[in-house]
């Protein structure tokens, strides 16, 4: 009986899966392709070519070469009869739009199961080549980053600002309940910290969109660096986040609005989230062009994650290659409302659950006292930071 119960939970596992390779099977059988000179891509204009694929030209065959070069370092480039540079432009295209593959398909030439093993084939590379472009600040960018983090609202030792997002998919197949989300969604966590030019300095990507953004980062390897690494960051060096996050000297939050916030209280607020804006354009830019990330339709967990980084390696990719995005500047009257209704969002989880659960077994000790040390210097840091500020 036990064996049976377990035959069929197998099979309703595996179903899905089978259906979603079937379709590819079926329409490869029946496809009929169109003669498409993709060719013609690659003489665009640089305008028309950046609207369609996000990059300009210049930066395309950078990344083509980047990622040329990766291949045949790790062995994995395939000899094809359709070039690499073809591959990555319907791959681009893809990420770019919200188009299903068969529409991809028609466009370039291919049939259904080509476009897919292309959009897995360079999602991977893209995935192995996060390390390298997603990377925390040295010493030296840090000094840089400070300076200009000050330049926008005068708050000192900003070198980044951390924020998480929910990434929309598909009904996965098992667990589902852990991925609902607040808005009534699945989803999967994006855990990221940006700094002045909206380039993302770490990344987190895979727990369920259920989760609170406090017990992500907590769960991030960034927590335990942040905590126990003495070089990730120097003496009077912070990141700040709005108020789902733990305070830690590390990590400053703003004040909690209870209605009795005094003056310099409220002016820290108004300063540390016009700082704190950034990270809202960076995801908003990451999500207006490379539009998948408003949805993902996957039924394999891992192609999402993929996915994701993928997207966040070509946001910053653009970045570090002169292809600048642009930065929104903060209205100053938002944030001179003296009714603090501006910080509404900012005190929207409860304290239990930004701070550690005393009766939670499952928090080793020595890591509740870290936190716990770094919670009271925090306190402290905060209260100096907000006295320094002259009383406007």
Same mark, same amino acid.
């Given at each position: 009986?036990?064996?049976?119960?377990?035959?069929?939970?197998?099979?309703?596992?595996?179903?899905?899966?089978?259906?979603?390779?079937?379709?590819?099977?079926?329409?490869?059988?029946?496809?009929?392709?169109?003669?498409?000179?993709?060719?013609?891509?690659?003489?665009?204009?640089?305008?028309?070519?950046?609207?369609?694929?996000?990059?300009?030209?210049?930066?395309?065959?950078?990344?083509?070469?980047?990622?040329?070069?990766?291949?045949?370092?790790?062995?994995?480039?395939?000899?094809?009869?359709?070039?690499? %540079?073809?591959?990555?432009?319907?791959?681009?295209?893809?990420?770019?739009?919200?188009?299903?593959?068969?529409?991809?398909?028609?466009?370039?030439?291919?049939?259904?199961?080509?476009?897919?093993?292309?959009?897995?084939?360079?999602?991977?590379?893209?995935?192995?080549?996060?390390?390298?472009?997603?990377?925390?600040?040295?010493?030296?960018?840090?000094?840089?980053?400070?300076?200009?983090?000050?330049?926008?609202?005068?708050?000192?030792?900003?070198?980044?600002?951390?924020?998480?997002?929910?990434?929309?998919?598909?009904?996965?197949?098992?667990?589902?309940?852990?991925?609902?989300?607040?808005?009534?969604?699945? %989803?999967?966590?994006?855990?990221?910290?940006?700094?002045?030019?909206?380039?993302?300095?770490? #990344?987190?990507?895979?727990?369920?969109?259920?989760?609170?953004?406090?017990?992500?980062?907590?769960?991030?390897?960034?927590?335990?660096?942040?905590?126990?690494?003495?070089?990730?960051?120097?003496?009077?060096?912070?990141?700040?986040?709005? %108020?789902?996050?733990?305070?830690?000297?590390?990590?400053?939050?703003?004040?909690?609005?209870?209605?009795?916030?005094?003056?310099?209280?409220?002016?820290?607020?108004?300063?540390?989230?016009?700082?704190?804006?950034?990270?809202?354009?960076?995801?908003?830019?990451?999500?207006?062009?490379?539009?998948?990330?408003?949805?993902?339709?996957?039924?394999?967990?891992?192609?999402?994650?993929?996915?994701?980084?993928?997207?966040?390696?070509?946001?910053?990719?653009?970045?570090?290659?002169?292809?600048?995005?642009?930065?929104?500047?903060?209205?100053?009257?938002?944030?001179?409302?003296?009714?603090?209704?501006?910080?509404?969002?900012?005190?929207?989880?409860?304290?239990?659950?930004?701070?550690?659960?005393?009766?939670?077994?499952?928090?080793?000790?020595?890591?509740?006292?870290?936190?716990?040390?770094?919670?009271? #210097?925090?306190?402290?840091?905060?209260?100096?930071?907000?006295?320094?500020?002259?009383?406007?």
């Amino acid at each position: 009986m036990m064996c049976d119960q377990l035959i069929d939970e197998a099979a309703e596992a595996l179903i899905p899966g089978v259906m979603f390779y079937w379709q590819f099977l079926y329409e490869d059988r029946i496809w009929e392709k169109i003669t498409v000179n993709v060719e013609e891509f690659r003489v665009m204009g640089d305008p028309a070519f950046r609207m369609h694929f996000r990059l300009s030209e210049d930066v395309f065959e950078n990344l083509l070469q980047d990622i040329g070069n990766h291949l045949i370092e790790e062995q994995r480039l395939k000899r094809e009869r359709r070039p690499l %540079s073809h591959i990555l432009l319907m791959v681009l295209w893809i990420l770019a739009t919200p188009e299903c593959f068969r529409a991809v398909a028609l466009r370039y030439e291919a049939c259904p199961s080509e476009v897919h093993d292309a959009y897995v084939y360079i999602i991977e590379a893209l995935r192995e080549l996060a390390p390298r472009f997603i990377t925390w600040p040295n010493q030296e960018e840090r000094v840089v980053i400070k300076a200009n983090m000050r330049r926008i609202s005068d708050f000192p030792g900003i070198v980044g600002i951390i924020d998480g997002c929910n990434v929309p998919i598909s009904a996965p197949v098992e667990d589902k309940a852990a991925y609902r989300d607040y808005h009534h969604q699945y %989803s999967i966590k994006m855990q990221a910290v940006c700094d002045d030019k909206l380039l993302l300095r770490d #990344l987190y990507v895979g727990e369920a969109g259920s989760l609170h953004d406090a017990r992500v980062f907590r769960r991030s390897p960034l927590c335990s660096n942040l905590l126990e690494d003495p070089n990730i960051l120097s003496e009077g060096e912070h990141i700040i986040g709005d %108020s789902a996050y733990m305070l830690l000297n590390q990590l400053l939050t703003p004040f909690e609005n209870r209605g009795d916030l005094r003056p310099l209280q409220r002016q820290y607020n108004r300063r540390l989230c016009k700082v704190r804006a950034r990270i809202e354009h960076t995801f908003g830019h990451a999500k207006c062009l490379w539009r998948r990330l408003h949805f993902l339709p996957v039924v394999n967990m891992s192609y999402a994650l993929d996915h994701i980084v993928a997207c966040i390696v070509l946001h910053n990719y653009k970045i570090l290659h002169g292809d600048q995005v642009a930065i929104i500047p903060a209205a100053a009257n938002i944030y001179d409302v003296e009714d603090a209704r501006v910080l509404e969002n900012d005190v929207r989880a409860p304290e239990p659950r930004r701070n550690l659960d005393a009766n939670d077994p499952h928090i080793p000790q020595d890591f509740r006292r870290l936190v716990e040390a770094s919670h009271r #210097l925090g306190q402290q840091k905060r209260w100096d930071i907000s006295n320094s500020f002259p009383l406007l």
